[in-house]
């Protein structure tokens, strides 16, 4: 079965630096899909960036972007820029190649931006 | 399309007792998703339809839990007969099927939180 892992419960960063969140799935699978979602306190959970697993190039989304490590199973986020508003729970997340699309998610990381 | 909804967002229920929950996908999208989120924990899946047929199961799902989507439109999430255990966020997601890869990324609605005393 595949896993998810975030071995970072918590991490804080100040406002205007650079954060990296990490991120380790297991699978067996050569071709899938892999996801970071933010979850604000209270508020529903958006997708920030994904990454096809068959394109080495790293996914990017303006201030976001991801370090793909294919052999290692890495998939880690980082946040450059930091924003205040950019505080929230960030879950990781592996969908496999099959056609019933369900996704597998990591335990989380709660960032925290200080001013 | 205002996205997701899902309601109600909080219900507190005593244990025992029957419960259901109501998802709105997308208007467009052929596919629902239901998953659970316990405190500290990622979404774990539940179930997941196309139009109206549940093509997967959990074993998350027990058989006190039943979901249904009859017109392919909205769904429904029934846990009877409650347990304290059960006490968690639902989360319901909604995607399209056309074109595979990204084309059917998931959007989430805001989740129903479930307090079972």
């Known amino acids: 079965a595949q896993t998810v892992t975030q071995s970072q419960p918590e991490m804080s960063v100040q406002e205007a630096e650079t954060v990296t969140l990490s991120c380790t799935y297991d699978?067996?699978?050569?071709?899938?899909?892999l996801f970071w979602y933010k979850q604000p306190p209270s508020r529903q959970m958006i997708l920030v960036i994904r990454?096809?697993?068959?394109?080495?190039q790293n996914a990017t989304e303006n201030r976001f972007s991801v370090n793909f490590q294919k052999a290692a199973k890495s998939f880690s986020l980082k946040i450059s820029d930091s924003q205040l508003g950019d505080a929230a729970m960030y879950f990781c997340?592996?969908?496999?190649?099959?056609?019933?699309?369900?996704?597998?998610f990591g335990a989380g990381t709660r960032l925290t931006v200080k001013p | 399309d205002t996205g997701v909804s899902q309601n109600p967002r909080h219900k507190i229920t005593k244990r025992g007792q029957n419960v259901t929950f109501r998802c709105d996908p997308i208007?467009?999208?052929?596919?629902l998703y239901w998953y659970r989120q316990t405190l500290g924990q990622g979404p774990e899946f539940l179930t997941y339809?196309?139009?109206?047929?549940?093509?997967?199961k959990s074993r998350l799902l027990s058989d006190r839990f039943s979901a249904e989507r009859p017109k392919g439109s909205f769904s429904t999430l029934e846990i009877q007969r409650t347990e304290q255990g059960d006490s968690a966020m639902y989360l319901c997601?909604?995607?399209?099927?056309?074109?595979?890869?990204?084309?059917?990324?998931?959007?989430f609605g805001p989740g129903t939180r479930l307090t079972v005393l």
């Open positions: 997601a909604s995607s399209s099927s056309g074109g595979g890869g990204f084309n059917n990324e998931q959007f």
């Open positions: 997340a592996y969908r496999g190649p099959g056609r019933n699309n369900d996704m597998r």
């Open positions: 990454q096809e697993a068959y394109k080495q």
């Open positions: 208007s467009e999208h052929n596919r």
């Open positions: 339809f196309q139009n109206e047929a549940q093509l997967e």
């Open positions: 699978t067996s699978e050569s071709d899938y899909y």
